[in-house]
């Protein structure tokens, strides 16, 4: 595989972008031109989701893009989502790969990326959804700011059936424009993620490559350690209105499961940022980060179980009777 250096700049020999694990690629393989912005869908057994997601990024008023979907070898609905998507949409916009092995988190979106065209980099999950402008408001922010590394707005938070927990999340004390260390800080400090998922950022592809990509030891806060890292190259800007929404698990014992890795890696990124010379933390930042990350886990164990609970009843009073007929698949907001 080749480096991320020279994936970046070309620098490639023929094939020698493509990963160890084989892509096949499904409809649009090339454009005139390389757009501004590669906003990349990676996909595993998405098919719950998957047509909203799409909904939302062929809503995008930007024009000057690329939607890369890359299907991680999934064995549900997913391949026939794409497969109509690219026969119905025909968008020239549109590409779709498709991995012939499974990849683990992590590489499948370095993968994504890697297989990207654009300079500026948006990650949407599978499940997730932006405002229609969101893709366009978050380049013209890069564009024009050179110096600029991340972009970030505010999110929903919803449930499995589209329906808002929280609405207008993130941010605090982070938006306009702040250098990196401010943000970091805030990171250390909030003991969770202020900057928010990847629906609500965007960053370039450069400085993606140049601070190493996904790492993935440290799963569950995988989007915000390098969030972190990205902070080593620009400027934040943070802006005020929430334009993606995040969906919340609502299968209890995963959700539950996952609140408590997700304390203890974030408590380990918070060590290791603080260790980190670079961005001079003092123990009382730890001290706060510490108690931060305690009181995350409590919200986030408190959203998990009201999530679960609406899914419960939502399950119980959906089951298809001899009167109701089949059950009534449930629709989420307008993107």
């Known amino acids: ?80 989502i794409l497969d109509e998507a690219v026969q119905e949409r025909r968008d020239p916009r549109l590409r779709v790969v498709r991995n012939d092995a499974t990849l683990s988190m992590p590489d499948n979106w370095n993968r994504v990326v890697e297989l990207c065209r654009a300079p500026l ?28 590394a991340l972009v970030a707005c505010k999110v929903d938070l919803l449930d499995d059936a589209g329906q808002p927990l929280r609405r207008s999340t993130g941010l605090r004390r982070l938006t306009g424009r702040h250098d990196g260390r401010t943000v970091v800080r805030q990171v250390v400090r909030s003991g969770g993620n202020p900057i928010g998922p990847s629906a609500a950022v965007t960053f370039r592809r450069q400085d993606f490559v140049d601070v190493g990509g996904f790492k993935g030891d440290l799963l569950y806060p995988m989007e915000l350690e390098l969030w972190t890292r990205l902070l080593r190259q620009g400027d934040f800007v943070g802006q005020p209105d929430a334009m993606a929404a995040f969906r919340v698990s609502a299968d209890g014992a995963t959700a539950f499961t996952s609140v408590r890795a997700q304390f203890g890696q974030q408590v380990e990124l918070t060590r290791r940022i603080a260790r980190d010379a670079a961005w001079r933390m003092g123990s009382l930042d730890r001290s706060i980060g510490w108690l931060g990350a305690v009181t995350m886990q409590a919200r986030r164990s408190l959203l998990f179980s009201r999530s679960a609970w609406r899914y419960g009843r939502r399950s119980a009073s959906d089951q298809p009777t001899a009167e109701s007929g089949a059950t009534p698949r449930p629709t989420g907001p307008a993107a």
């Open 121 to 148: 980099i948006k990650l949407l999950c599978a499940d997730d959804l932006i405002d229609k402008t969101c893709v366009q408001d978050q380049a013209d922010v890069l564009v024009n700011n050179p110096d600029v």
């Open 1 to 80: 595989m080749a480096t991320l250096h020279a994936i970046a700049t070309g620098s490639t020999t023929r094939g020698e972008h493509m990963s160890t694990e084989p892509t096949t690629a499904i409809g649009p393989t090339s454009a005139p031109s390389v757009p501004t912005v590669s906003l990349c869908i990676p996909a595993y057994q998405a098919e719950k989701h998957l047509r909203e997601t799409l909904d939302a990024a062929f809503a995008q008023t930007c024009e000057d893009m690329e939607i890369l979907v890359l299907d991680n070898n999934t064995t549900d609905g997913t391949r026939q």
